[in-house]
């Protein structure tokens, strides 16, 4: 594991003190984060789409349907950004201007290959599986020939990118701390509620204990 | 309000049953989302980036730093994309392949332009800080000249786009519902934590009633 490239296209240049290059922590990120939003050009217009990824040591995994455009214009090498945001907080501050988020958001850069053969896309099922929820891959039924070929897997190397990460209190102007103005940040996470079964039988103890870790 | 035109290009193909084009349901998610995200195209190279938005009316609006790249790209009328993900929930199937997630997402598409004058900015200014806390723009310090010189404000029209939604449990092969599977829904949404004062006194009722909102 290498840190990410500062390239001039990664730098962070905005609030250049939020950012971020070590692979630890943009790892973090990306394993937190249950989706990203894939960024693609397609005749010139630019396309952001929500979708799940996987981090499996030094790549980033995506997926989506064979029929499907995005992976179509991916596949065949087309530059791709892939953005992944978590949402910390609300940051209220004494002036309109220096209220924010708390948040840890990536940007990575650079371009995806197909990952080909039943077994390493098998593989790759099971990490966006795994991730989601761990220990639900053994439960499961298996993907069969047919429902491997009906999908497309990418992968795209973790080594041009950046994480950006703000967290604390607002940072206000100096004569801003005189005001009689209520400050603070508002903390905001995912919380998953109650599990709805869709079938008999008491909940696992993998969905039981994802709902436990996310709430701890 | 007019409903999206369902263009080729905002037209939901994969899954088209999940495409909603009805402009109330759009504004919904436009609204209750805290965060976007901008994709635009620099050089060829598409880049996603993570903001805050607020709707008014038949427009969509962004802010940024006039000193950031982002935002002159767009203000030279770049074509953009935005689009807005609220995961409701963790889709378990019976099997693999039919694991999804419930959400709620918006893609729009089109070219912004610039929010000029210091009167229709500072509208806009608090426009987002009242989407994210409403109450809270009387209470703070409002936008000095400077700042609003500091602060490119951007429109877009609501017109070309598209939403998308996934809701209710999991839909698996008919012969998987024989299968010896827990399987269900695990729902997810954001949560406020008890808010950090970073100031004496008391929280004020427009920060109260935001987290009491948004646990109900």
Redesign the interface.
């Known amino acids: 594991m290498t840190d990410c490239t500062r390239t001039e ?1 990664t730098r962070v ?2 609030n250049p003190s939020r950012g971020v290059y070590d692979r630890a922590v943009i790892d973090a990120i990306l394993d937190e984060a ?2 990203c ?6 005749d ?7 979708t ?1 990824h996987a981090r499996v040591g030094d790549d980033l995994l995506l997926h ?2 064979a ?3 995005a992976m179509r214009v991916l596949a065949a090498g087309a ?5 992944v ?1 978590l ?1 910390d ?2 940051v ?6 220096h ?1 924010s ?1 708390n ?1 840890r ?1 990536v ?1 990575l ?1 650079g371009r995806a290959s197909l990952v080909e053969g039943d077994e390493a896309k098998t593989a790759a ?2 990490a ?2 795994e991730k ?2 761990p220990g ?2 053994p ?6 020939r047919q ?1 491997l070929k009906g ?1 497309i897997v990418l992968s795209m190397p973790i080594d041009e990118g950046s994480a950006k990460v703000r967290s604390g ?2 940072v206000d102007d100096d004569a ?1 701390y005189e ?21 008999d ?4 103890a993998h ?1 039981l204990a ?2 436990a870790r996310h709430q701890a």
Chains 1, 2 share one sequence.
């Open positions: 296209r240049r905005r249950p989706i939003h894939l960024g693609l050009v397609d010139g217009q630019p396309l952001v789409l929500p799940i989506g349907s029929a499907g455009r530059p791709v950004c892939v953005t945001t949402v907080g609300l209220l501050a004494r002036s309109a201007f209220h988020m948040y958001s940007v850069l099922l099971e966006f599986t989601l929820v639900r891959w439960e499961v039924r298996w993907p069969t429902e999908t209190p607002p801003d005001l009689d103005v209520w400050a603070g940040v508002v903390p905001l996470s995912t919380a998953p509620g109650e599990p709805i079964p869709d079938t039988g008491p909940i696992p969905v994802y709902s």
